[in-house]
């Protein structure tokens, strides 16, 4: 019964859009109309999550109160921040917890002024853990449905704030995976008509890491849209969550051996399996338009990269020169001096490849943000036109015109 009220009450509404909005499918106007009308033709059940009327109320209130940019000054910003996370409010009230610490709080002026204060012209939005796969305890069933509604209001939500300060921000489209029909529809949605510019991922979702074969089905999507002249690449974000394992029944279980928060370690050792996972299953090398964008230094993996690569003598060579060219390592975290060098000196990553990213807001408290910045600012090894690079210039390679800078 639910269910075919839900499928009544969204086709009124998509009546409703049809008849009253002028001025584009994707503009502000009616915009909880058009939400609404878009689920029902994706067949997303909204109401499955009894928190959706909140969430989109708080995206219909973005554009009620749009910060006067003017306030804030920008005149020395030229830094391209790659790795920062939105956190609406009924997102953090579904996951009090981020990597054992308490989730930060986010709003769109503490970003802004964030920015303007650390030099930050443009910042690539994209939400954490556990991103759309918050409902690790329901049965498999309703899990999947509240799965894939969270991801388009997420990826709405997203979308929303950087229609409304496109000089400041972008964004990357999160998914229902493991679900990749679904996953597939989600991304294309995002790409073509919300105005994404590549895809965030987990080291692993409900247990199952990015090099799973399941996945390919999302990589060939992309893959061929790239080869379908959608410009010369598509970015995939990695970031880093909890291990999980899924038992037979379909269960989720939680498989952190560490008593330590996740934060303080298992979140880099994540990272390298997830490396791992999409060499060893060779695809970095099937899908050779995709780029992936690393977080943290690449985690663990860059200690663990020559004796794990002994074990795939068919890619090692060719994975090593996609480590150096199509993936790309942010800063997030105290990377720079030290960390880096595992990329630089031990995988010979050179310095094109790096990029910067502060982890905004949940780096705040758990590291010094400043430190962390002139980590990288008074790293005597680097010249002063590599920092330029590492601060903006390969960020705007990495996305080539996709950003919305100024």
Not at 362 to 380: C, H, Q, R
Request: glycine content about 8%; overall charge negative.
């Amino acid at each position: 019964m639910q269910l075919v009220l839900a499928t009544i009450y969204y086709s009124v509404a998509a009546h409703l859009f049809a008849m009253t909005t002028a001025s584009g499918p994707y503009s502000s106007p009616n915009i909880l109309d058009r939400i609404k009308s878009d689920a029902v033709r994706d067949s997303i059940d909204l109401i499955s999550l009894p928190f959706y009327e909140e969430a989109l109320e708080s995206i219909a209130a973005l554009s009620g109160h749009v910060i006067d940019i003017r306030t804030l000054n920008f005149t020395n910003a030229t830094r391209i921040d790659t790795h920062t996370h939105p956190i609406p409010n009924w997102f953090r009230a579904l996951e009090p917890q981020a990597a054992g610490r308490e989730t930060p709080s986010w709003s769109v002026d503490g970003h802004l002024q964030f920015m303007a204060e650390h030099n930050i012209e443009h910042s690539v939005l994209c939400i954490s853990t556990p991103q759309a796969n918050a409902f690790p305890n329901d049965e498999a069933v309703l899990r999947k449905k509240k799965t894939i509604a969270l991801a388009r209001l997420l990826n709405e939500f997203s979308a929303e704030l950087c229609r409304l300060y496109p000089k400041r921000f972008s964004w990357l489209a999160v998914t229902p995976l493991p679900h990749v029909e679904e996953s597939v529809r989600e991304i294309r949605h995002a790409l073509e008509n919300l105005g994404a510019i590549g895809v965030g991922v987990l080291t692993n979702h409900e247990g199952l890491y990015p090099g799973e074969q399941a996945f390919d089905d999302v990589w060939q999507f992309l893959q061929d849209r790239v080869a379908g002249g959608n410009g010369g690449r598509e970015v995939v974000f990695i970031h880093p969550t909890d291990p999980v394992i899924r038992l037979e029944d379909g269960r989720l279980v939680g498989s952190r051996p560490s008593p330590l928060r996740s934060g303080l370690g298992e979140f880099y050792f994540e990272t390298a399996r997830a490396i791992s996972s999409i060499t060893a299953e060779k695809t970095v090398i099937k899908f050779p338009n995709l780029h992936w964008r690393v977080s943290h230094g690449a985690g663990a993996f860059p200690d663990i990269s020559e004796r794990f690569l002994l074990g795939f003598p068919d890619v090692s060579d060719e994975a090593k020169k996609a480590y150096k060219t199509r993936f790309w390592y942010d800063s997030a975290g105290p990377v720079f001096p030290n960390q880096v060098k595992g990329l630089t000196e031990g995988m010979r990553i050179p310095t094109s490849q790096l990029v910067f990213g502060t982890d905004y807001p949940y780096g705040i408290g758990f590291w010094d943000v400043n430190a962390n910045i002139a980590g990288l600012s008074e790293a005597d090894f680097l010249s002063t036109e590599d920092k330029e690079k590492v601060f903006r210039q390969n960020a705007m390679e990495l996305w080539q015109g996709r950003l919305g800078t100024s």
